[in-house]
């Protein structure tokens, strides 16, 4: 067990969380949004924290603008082995081909404000519309080059 932000809980690589002050093992609650959480109570203060992102700060090395990606895309799994922390841009990237089933070269932009949503490819924008005409093009110019 690792030693969780300078506290006196401990998690263990399973995402049990153990409180060395009282030496009991803390109760994980599942939101309706499928991630699993705890409440800890630092400084005479409680705050919710995520199960997974307390694996990261303990094992992971995890720093507040990094995001901890649940590898297999089961909310609840919080097994370390199934953890990974990404940037915000790969998290993105992981994200929208999730959603889209794009090609790697390819990102998804989302609407904003009435807009309709867009892609891009080497930094040009282009509808859905003309999704196939990008990949068939890079298909092209890749077996040209």
């Known amino acids: ?6 506290t006196n809980y401990y998690i263990n690589k399973d995402g049990q969380v153990y409180n060395q ?5 803390l109760t994980e609650v599942t939101k309706s949004n499928g991630y699993k959480r705890y409440s800890l109570s630092i400084n005479g203060y409680s705050k919710h924290y995520y199960t997974h992102r307390l694996l990261g700060y303990a094992y992971l090395n995890l720093t507040d603008d990094m995001f901890m990606d649940h590898i297999n895309n089961v909310r ?6 199934n953890l990974q922390v990404l940037t915000r841009q790969e998290h993105i990237r992981k994200d929208n081909r999730k959603y889209k089933n794009l ?7 989302a609407p904003r404000r009435g807009r309709r949503e867009r892609y ?3 930094n040009e924008m282009f509808s859905s519309v003309d999704l196939d ?13």
Not at 1 to 6: G, S, T
Not at 21 to 25: L, M, N, P, Q
Not at 76 to 81: A, E, K, M, Q, V
Not at 103 to 109: A, E, H, N
Request: proline share 2%; glycine share 4%; charged share 30%.
């Open 120 to 122: 891009s490819y080497m």
């Open 133 to 145: 005409k990008v990949i068939a093009f890079k298909k092209e110019y890749e077996n040209n080059h």
């Open 103 to 109: 090609p790697d070269f390819v990102t998804y932009r």
């Open 21 to 25: 002050k009282t030496g009991r093992f």
């Open 1 to 6: 067990m690792k030693q969780i932000l300078d």
């Open 76 to 81: 609840g799994d919080n097994r370390l082995s």
